[in-house]
């Protein structure tokens, strides 16, 4: 990964600022933006926390892979970390207007990264992009239709972008973690940490919460020549958890 340069979506989110710091280990540059570096002061905070990485408060996918191409002269791993917590709703209870929210944060948004970036990977003949999505979808999820649905579709457009780039040596894959990994999943003031613990320990003697560095190791082995032959796979990241 060494000279590789990444961007990192919504690093403080989900699986991001693992998959950050373990790119950076790795040898690359990593630029990573997330919504709360609007904030000069928070972000100087974090620029500070982790000097290894390049923070940006540029939020626009389009001009986030244009400045890094701009600035690096390249592009070459893009992690389209996407995130939204879920609002558990019974589904006539559920407005059109959540789910067309829910589908701009988690589906078109990667969309508007992939196709920024697909570009400069042609031209480069190489590249990786990683969208990081949930394994909610696979099988469903009862009342959770606007958030099983906008991830799902972003799934599915992991995969059509994967066999579109894929003659281009661009490799194109998806994460997808379940409730073991983020605390979006089980947000406080949905259930109460104490409840989430006890619901993942139920499904199964081996469940736990994933390590940081578990998250990371895949975020970085997606990133590297290792997954070459990977393309269009959604990899559960969920300890088990059906």
């Known amino acids: 990964m060494r000279g590789k340069v990444c961007i990192v979506t919504h690093v403080t989110a989900s699986i991001g600022q693992a ?9 690359a540059k990593v630029v990573v933006s997330d919504a709360s570096f609007a904030d000069a002061k928070k972000r100087e905070a974090y620029a500070k ?12 996918p389009e001009l986030l892979v244009e400045e890094t191409v701009a600035r690096h002269k390249r592009v070459d791993v893009i992690v389209a970390n996407a995130s939204l917590a879920p609002k558990p709703a019974q589904i006539e209870k559920t407005k059109v207007k959540e789910l067309r929210e829910a589908l701009e944060v988690l ?19 190489s590249g990786k ?3 990081v999505t949930s394994d909610a979808p696979r099988y469903g999820l009862a009342n ?3 958030y099983c649905t906008a991830q799902g579709t972003a799934n ?3 995969g059509t972008v994967a066999q579109e780039l894929a003659g281009a040596n661009v490799q194109v894959n ?5 409730a073991t990994v983020a605390p979006t999943y089980f947000p406080k003031e949905m259930m109460g940490e104490t409840t989430a613990e006890k619901v993942i320990v139920k499904k199964g003697k081996g469940m736990r919460k994933a390590k940081a560095a578990e998250a990371g190791a895949l975020v970085a082995f997606l990133a590297g020549e290792g997954s070459d032959f990977l393309i269009g796979e959604v990899i559960p990241f969920a300890g088990g958890w059906i």
């Open 144 to 146: 959770h239709t606007v």
């Open 107 to 125: 589906a078109i948004e990667p969309f508007r990264l992939a196709k920024a970036a697909s570009r400069h990977m042609k031209q480069q003949k």
């Open 19 to 27: 998959g950050a710091d373990a790119l950076a280990k790795a040898g």
């Open 129 to 131: 992009i990683i969208f």
């Open 156 to 158: 599915a457009l992991m």
């Open 174 to 178: 998806a994460i997808a973690p379940a």
């Open 49 to 60: 926390a982790h000097p290894r990485l390049k923070v940006t408060a540029t939020l626009d």
